[in-house]
């Protein structure tokens, strides 16, 4: 199943892979996107398109009952009903999150993203809703305080890809020769990362204060540093987009009858203040965004990558409401058909991998699977993956995303979803 919601969705299971096959025609061609006439479109659609990318809790994640939920998903549903149109979230790999805004595959992007220089050339930001902090994150047996960059010299520093945080740590920790380039590891999801300082794979990792304070309710990580880069967050929408004024406006007008408060409360555990002073890890009300800073204009990439779901070619789960049964053990394949979305050819190394599961059973034994041709953009492709169910029982959820060589992550995530069921059900009396 993949990972396209409307204002309820559901996620999370899934492994092993091979094969890969025919391509279908390619579709009609799309129109260029307008971002002048966007507001006009989404009020005749009555239909808002968000990106996101739900492995980032408290801010976007999935629950116990599979359905999209967190700060940022709450709080697009509020400015969906400010705005009078219903809200569809897309799940994608968090690297290429702001491709899909440029493509236009969505209509804004809300997933914990913070205002750079560097993005701000790509998109338009609305105001700021969020001043988080960053923690620095280890494993139980590290003894260190980090209170700097020079702390960190010598050890090997994990981020999640394409954040702000790899940036930060190329710019100060690589680029200042207190680590070398191999010692910053960057990862798909936090989660893999948060596996590695438990195991002491890593040394430190580095993550948004309010995700670190959620992850550490578990053995084996303990804060050892915090606030070295403050984070900005606002939504991403085109560059020119007349959506930005009405998102704007539509922030205030929740932040103004007490709507974000409650949020904040519920999925933050923090009340809001109104001044540009807040201290980092406040959540904050109606800032502007400030002007970046001139840097270097960045150079136009040649094609994007991206990557659009078509269909389950299988074992459909229904949005997770009705997964299919499995005998533990059971050997299974799982299909898809993909659709290259984006301007660019996929070649035939590229691979769709796991990413992580609902629980640790969910990758049901699967790798990675290379897609095998070469795809143009327009085309599809059915993968298979090959999975086991697992020994134990339960319903199991997990997440693929489509990969470059070099680990880049893109387009929508797919999910396979499964039940495994109790062989000694409870007896109801």
């Given at each position: 199943?993949?990972?396209?919601?409307?204002?309820?969705?559901?996620?999370?299971?899934?492994?092993?892979?091979?094969?890969?096959?025919?391509?279908?025609?390619?579709?009609?061609?799309?129109?260029?996107?307008?971002?002048?006439?966007?507001?006009?479109?989404i009020q005749t659609a009555g239909k808002l398109v968000i990106?996101?990318?739900?492995?980032?809790?408290?801010?976007?994640?999935?629950?116990?009952?599979?359905?999209?939920?967190?700060?940022?998903?709450?709080?697009?549903?509020?400015?969906?009903?400010?705005?009078?149109?219903?809200?569809?979230?897309?799940?994608?790999?968090?690297?290429?999150?702001?491709?899909?805004?440029?493509?236009?595959?969505?209509?804004?992007?809300?997933?914990?993203?913070?205002?750079?220089?560097?993005?701000?050339?790509?998109?338009?930001?609305?105001?700021?809703?969020?001043?988080?902090?960053?923690?620095?994150?280890?494993?139980?047996?590290?003894?260190?305080?980090?209170?700097?960059?020079?702390?960190?010299?010598?050890?090997?520093?994990?981020?999640?890809?394409?954040?702000?945080?790899?940036?930060?740590?190329?710019?100060?920790?690589?680029?200042?020769?207190?680590?070398?380039?191999?010692?910053?590891?960057?990862?798909?999801?936090?989660?893999?990362?948060?596996?590695?300082?438990?195991?002491?794979?890593?040394?430190?990792?580095?993550?948004?204060?309010?995700?670190?304070?959620?992850?550490?309710?578990?053995?084996?990580?303990?804060?050892?540093?915090?606030?070295?880069?403050?984070?900005?967050?606002?939504?991403?929408?085109?560059?020119?987009?007349?959506?930005?004024?009405?998102?704007?406006?539509?922030?205030?007008?929740?932040?103004?009858?007490?709507?974000?408060?409650?949020?904040?409360?519920?999925?933050?555990?923090?009340?809001?203040?109104?001044?540009?002073?807040?201290?980092?890890?406040?959540?904050?009300?109606?800032?502007?965004?400030?002007?970046?800073?001139?840097?270097?204009?960045?150079?136009?990439?040649?094609?994007?990558?991206?990557?659009?779901?078509?269909?389950?070619?299988?074992?459909?789960?229904?949005?997770?409401?009705?997964?299919?049964?499995?005998?533990?053990?059971?050997?299974?394949?799982?299909?898809?058909?993909?659709?290259?979305?984006?301007?660019?050819?996929?070649?035939?190394?590229?691979?769709?991998?796991?990413?992580?599961?609902?629980?640790?059973?969910?990758?049901?034994?699967?790798?990675?699977?290379?897609?095998?041709?070469?795809?143009?953009?327009?085309?599809?492709?059915?993968?298979?993956?090959?999975?086991?169910?697992?020994?134990?029982y339960g319903t199991f959820q997990g997440f693929w995303q489509?990969?470059?060589?070099?680990?880049?992550?893109?387009?929508?995530?797919?999910?396979?979803?499964?039940?495994?069921?109790?062989?000694?059900?409870?007896?109801?009396?």
């Amino acid at each position: 199943m993949k990972v396209s919601i409307a204002a309820t969705a559901l996620l999370f299971a899934l492994l092993v892979l091979f094969g890969a096959a025919t391509a279908n025609a390619a579709p009609p061609q799309q129109d260029e996107p307008d971002p002048a006439g966007d507001w006009a479109r989404i009020q005749t659609a009555g239909k808002l398109v968000i990106g996101t990318a739900a492995d980032y809790p408290p801010f976007e994640f999935y629950s116990s009952d599979y359905t999209l939920d967190g700060f940022d998903i709450a709080l697009a549903k509020a400015l969906g009903d400010e705005l009078g149109v219903e809200v569809e979230f897309n799940d994608y790999a968090f690297d290429g999150l702001l491709d899909q805004v440029q493509l236009g595959h969505v209509d804004a992007a809300l997933a914990a993203i913070s205002v750079t220089p560097e993005r701000s050339q790509l998109v338009d930001f609305t105001n700021l809703y969020y001043v988080g902090n960053t923690a620095v994150v280890a494993g139980a047996a590290f003894t260190e305080t980090i209170t700097s960059a020079s702390d960190m010299a010598g050890l090997t520093v994990g981020v999640q890809r394409g954040t702000t945080y790899q940036s930060w740590a190329q710019q100060n920790l690589v680029d200042h020769l207190f680590i070398p380039q191999a010692n910053l590891v960057t990862y798909g999801s936090v989660r893999d990362m948060l596996s590695d300082l438990r195991t002491g794979k890593l040394d430190v990792g580095l993550m948004g204060k309010l995700a670190a304070d959620l992850a550490l309710r578990s053995r084996g990580l303990k804060l050892v540093g915090e606030g070295l880069s403050p984070q900005q967050l606002a939504i991403a929408v085109p560059k020119g987009s007349s959506l930005l004024e009405p998102l704007n406006e539509a922030l205030l007008a929740i932040e103004t009858d007490g709507r974000f408060t409650e949020l904040s409360k519920l999925y933050l555990a923090e009340t809001p203040v109104q001044n540009s002073t807040a201290a980092a890890g406040a959540v904050v009300i109606a800032l502007p965004t400030p002007t970046p800073a001139a840097v270097q204009p960045a150079a136009t990439p040649a094609c994007v990558y991206s990557m659009k779901w078509l269909a389950d070619l299988n074992l459909d789960d229904q949005n997770m409401t009705a997964p299919p049964i499995l005998v533990p053990g059971q050997d299974f394949t799982k299909g898809w058909r993909i659709q290259n979305n984006g301007t660019c050819a996929w070649p035939a190394d590229f691979e769709l991998a796991y990413v992580n599961g609902n629980r640790i059973e969910a990758g049901m034994g699967g790798s990675s699977v290379k897609i095998g041709r070469a795809v143009q953009p327009g085309d599809s492709i059915d993968v298979n993956v090959n999975l086991r169910a697992p020994q134990t029982y339960g319903t199991f959820q997990g997440f693929w995303q489509m990969r470059a060589p070099l680990g880049q992550a893109f387009g929508e995530t797919v999910w396979v979803g499964i039940q495994v069921p109790d062989p000694n059900p409870p007896v109801v009396v």
